[in-house]
């Protein structure tokens, strides 16, 4: 080796065994298989790597229990991230709660509040956005390992893991654009996840970039009830011709469902065949928008990606490693289906 292996984020990448599995050996040997175990210590022996036995013991001190914090669980899309975040804990020795607050803010104080009489080794949040109580969540970071996903908390200087929203509005208007009319962009006026306003940003900079004129459609709501503010708001707009193409991209695919249904009462067909009348588009492949009719047009969020960056985040800051990109973004992938 031309340079000590200095942590074990290094010894995994050197020995070829997957961080958890080695994290769970130094937690307990006993806890992986004689043949797993007997390379991580071949591999000990070959790099001469020794762990930090001083914050190895440290940690033993703690409860071993992770918080995992969403806004809300009965969403498809935190669900998903949420089991992946809680899948990889579990492989690595942790023991995940799942906590959801609802879209309230009190309630993602008092979990917070909750968490601390757990002496949890670390957390894992999706905060509420705009919503969340800031100082609340800095001050409990002073004391337990955190970090954030989904939705950026900016200048309290957490790890943070999620989408490249910017990315995602950008990618879709351009396919868009290339294949039918230019779209108008449908949105909450007050949204609840400071990701739909890096969305919108997203939209204006790419139909700018292609000369068109950005055109954005801001529907009254507010919370968590996308669906029913996607078809209310949609039917409004709908009925005072706001849409001046045929052509939508909503904000998110929640949005997209709702404004689906409007579609559906008021006889209009979604597609781009010859029989339809408006193409409709969302964005973060939510697990039911395969299903819905006809399937919708999206941009997909990269699950891996965001919940194995977080989960390594937060076992290295739980070591003491410095942290280099505190900020990763992870871009999207275009899913193309009937709806546009």
């Known amino acids: 080796m031309e340079s000590k292996i200095r942590n074990m984020e290094e010894f995994a990448a050197a020995s ?42 440290q ?11 969403v806004p809300s669980l009965s969403d498809p899309f ?47 949040i999706a905060p509420l956005g ?8 800095e001050k409990f970071s002073k004391d337990v390992p955190t970090v954030l996903f989904d939705s950026l908390l900016a200048d309290i ?3 943070f893991s999620g989408s490249d929203n910017f990315q995602f509005g950008r990618m879709i208007v351009e396919y868009l654009c290339r294949t039918g009319e230019p779209p108008c962009f449908f949105e909450m006026k007050n949204p609840s996840n400071p990701n739909a306003n890096k969305r919108r940003e997203g939209y204006i900079a790419a139909m700018e970039a292609l000369g068109h004129e950005p055109r954005v459609v801001s529907v009254a709501g507010e919370g968590w009830n996308f669906e029913e503010i996607g078809r209310d708001g949609g039917f409004e707009a709908i009925d005072r011709k706001a849409f001046s193409t ?5 904000s998110n695919d929640r949005l997209a469902i709702g404004l689906l249904a409007a579609c559906f009462e008021r006889d209009m067909v979604v597609g781009h065949g010859e029989n339809c009348s408006i193409r409709v588009a ?45 900020v990763s973004l992870f871009e999207g992938k275009l899913i193309m289906r009937r709806s546009a």
Do not use: W
Not at 130 to 137: E, P
Not at 246 to 250: E, G, K, Q, R
Not at 304 to 324: C, K, Q, T, W
């Open 16 to 57: 070829g065994i997957s961080r958890p599995t080695i994290s769970k050996y130094f937690n307990d040997p006993d806890s992986v298989r004689n043949s797993t175990r007997e390379k991580i210590e071949d591999a000990l022996k070959t790099y001469d790597y020794r762990p930090n036995v001083y914050a190895m013991n």
């Open 59 to 69: 940690n033993r001190k703690l409860t071993r229990n992770v918080g995992i914090v």
């Open 78 to 124: 935190f669900s998903e991230i949420a089991r992946n975040v809680e899948r990889r804990c579990i492989n690595a020795g942790y023991r995940p709660t799942l906590f959801s607050s609802h879209g309230n803010t009190e309630q993602e104080i008092e979990i917070l509040e909750n968490l601390l009489s757990m002496k949890p080794t670390g957390l894992l």
């Open 130 to 137: 705009r919503r969340s109580d800031v100082a609340a969540i």
């Open 157 to 159: 200087g957490l790890t």
């Open 246 to 250: 045929n052509t939508v991209l909503c």
């Open 282 to 326: 969302g964005m973060d492949d939510h697990p039911f928008s395969e299903f819905t009719c006809p399937p919708l047009t999206t941009i997909a969020q990269d699950y891996e990606s965001i919940s194995r960056y977080a989960v390594d985040s937060l076992f290295n800051s739980i070591e003491g490693v410095e942290i280099a990109e505190k």
